[in-house]
């Protein structure tokens, strides 16, 4: 089954993915913070059994079981949030075979449902999620208060239990410094930006994420709504900043391009930071048509995941130091970019 980051739309806008996320208690179970280990396997066994028919397209993973090199990288291809380290002993994935819906049971809530979708996609996204999502209330109690809607552990997710995010590649707009205005800016409409893998993280390679904040006293649609308002403007704006590059430093901004192309295509030894810094500009010179360079064996961001630690640890089969890393990464760069 062909992954979801395989698709062509990642690669042929600044929008990379489409993600929505639904946070769902059981009712007459304690939350998260109270939950017993015994009242854990009962919430998986509840929720597993209201999924039965749909086992063959899932994979069921028990997150004590797994290694560390495999749980850093479910991180890092959004998978799990990094918040899920901190509760592995009662915590169980339900991952689809193409990662593009994921059931995280006993992390901050009972249960965290997401799906992913490959571009500007969020209506696709969100009217799969909402199948599962109906299947599952059919056989289970949610907490639900008719007045305060889903309940969560945290406040914020109270109400619709819904975050709606795009996943935004905005490399321009951070090397002028702009991107902060923007975060200033979204927050107005209910927004927020933030990094690459969600709360707390940084943008790596300008990817940026941008969704609601609160849920409570508005409905699904007009999240999304107006996330996809705000989506627009953004685009807008590093579009612009793009077309200016190419006006008034047009051999400036080709040469950053050419010279990244040329470090992936030859370097024998790189670091994470430099790889993906060097991977953003090449995207950036064909989403903005500024280049006509030869097209890798991969997309841009699914060579990004695979070059992080995690991902790159579990293709070598073995936990690698730091020299050795840099190693491998620039051997597998070499081998998407190298024409000789």
């Not at 209330?137 to 969560?152: I, P």
């Not at 552990?153 to 795009?166: K, V």
């Not at 006006?247 to 391009?257: G, L, M, V, Y």
């Amino acid at each position: 089954m062909v992954k979801w980051y395989k698709d062509e739309k990642i690669d042929n806008d600044i929008v990379i993915s489409s993600r929505i996320r639904l946070a769902r208690n059981l009712k007459n179970y304690p939350f998260s913070i109270k939950l017993l280990a015994e009242d854990a396997v009962k919430i998986a066994e509840d929720v597993k059994n209201a999924m039965c028919h749909r086992n063959q397209d899932f994979i069921d993973m028990n997150m004590n079981e797994l290694s560390s090199i495999d749980k850093l990288a479910l991180i890092e291809h959004h998978v799990i949030s990094p918040g899920v380290l901190n509760s592995f002993d009662v915590s169980r994935v339900l991952m689809k075979k193409d990662e593009s819906m994921s059931l995280i049971i006993n992390e901050e809530d009972h249960l965290r449902m997401q799906a992913i979708f490959p571009g500007e996609n969020i209506t696709s996204a969100w009217d799969a999620l909402c199948e599962v999502d109906d299947e599952i209330e059919q056989k289970v109690d949610y907490a639900f208060d008719k007045d305060f809607g889903y309940l969560t552990s945290c406040p914020t997710n109270t109400g619709t239990g819904l975050r709606a995010s795009y996943m935004l590649h905005l490399p321009l707009l951070q090397k002028t410094g702009q991107i902060k205005d923007i975060v200033h800016t979204v927050s107005k409409f209910g927004m927020t930006i933030r990094g690459i893998y969600g709360e707390g993280t940084d943008p790596h390679g300008g990817i940026y994420q941008v969704s609601n904040q609160v849920t409570m006293g508005k409905s699904e649609s007009e999240i999304m709504s107006v996330l996809k308002t705000v989506t627009e403007q953004i685009k807008e704006r590093e579009r612009r900043v793009a077309e200016n590059l190419l006006n008034t430093q047009r051999i400036r901004f080709e040469d950053s391009i050419y010279r990244a192309y040329g470090t992936l295509a030859n370097a024998r030894t790189i670091t994470a930071k430099e790889a993906t810094d060097r991977l953003s500009d090449i995207r950036i010179g064909y989403v903005s048509g500024a280049v006509n360079l030869p097209k890798p064996k991969d997309y841009i961001y699914s060579i990004m995941m695979n070059i992080q630690i995690g991902s790159l640890q579990k293709r070598e089969g073995r936990e690698l130091n730091g020299e050795e890393r840099d190693v491998f990464r620039a051997d597998y760069l070499r081998s998407m970019f190298s024409t000789l």
